[in-house]
């Protein structure tokens, strides 16, 4: 067999150097600010320099010479025949829902997979959770669940039937956690969709809109809100299968390393990744 063209190694250089800062804008955004804000959320010092050496394992692999090689060539192919570069970003992929191009099928299809949503795709067809509909869906949800509870968060002892917009929901894990899930709906479209969760330990006694004071909370607040961004559009019932898939949080095996706390920093497993052949969340260390 003849050995693999350069161009397809060059290929893979760019597409992984792609996809390595794609993920970095997951990163926190706190992370980068801490210079700037007075008050920045803390980070625990294990989390903080994982994120600082993978940026510095991206900038390494900027600078390698298999990328800067491929930088290069890509350069001088341009010059030479500039015509029919499409932008493979995913906005355009998006917009456009092109197919693959027969000149370079392998980025095209990588980057498509990498960007799109963190959520099971095939899992619930339920059409997404209405307003209307939100009491009736937490008086089943309870009744179906006996170790979760959901409610209506009210800020006061006084009963209100009516669901605010944006309303607050309170989730609680017993012994495991409390989260605070913002849900709201437009006058275009009444679907209930999640916009921000905080979650905190189970005995902690905070307002929604404060952070816990456990980094392992904090951390989690982060890869929820991280869920929420890779797809803003989530149905509040999918979402709540992936709040309750944190039962055993603090129990449950790492997918990758098999270790219930993770080496460095000895964190539980707070990510959360679909597994299509199991129909299941799999727990995962941030840093594995
Ligand atoms: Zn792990």
Redesign the pocket.
Known sequence: MSPPLAVESQVQALTELYNSIQNARHYPRDLLKTAIVPNPLPLTPPSLSLYSQQLKDIAFTFRSDAVQSALRAAQESERADGQNIMNHVRRENRKRRRPPSPESPQPYTVIERQSSSFFPVTRDDLTPLKSSELIEYIRQFNKEHSSYKLGIWQGTRSFVKDVKNPAILRFTIKDVLTAYLTVSYTVNDLALLVESVTAFGPRERRLPHSQSEYSVYRMLSQELGRMIHSDPQVGLQKFMTLLCSYENMFTAR?D??Q?VL?VEGHVA?VERVWNESNDQWEP??V??
Do not use: D, I, P
């Open positions: 790492c990758k390393c270790r993770c497993a995962r260390h840093s594995c």
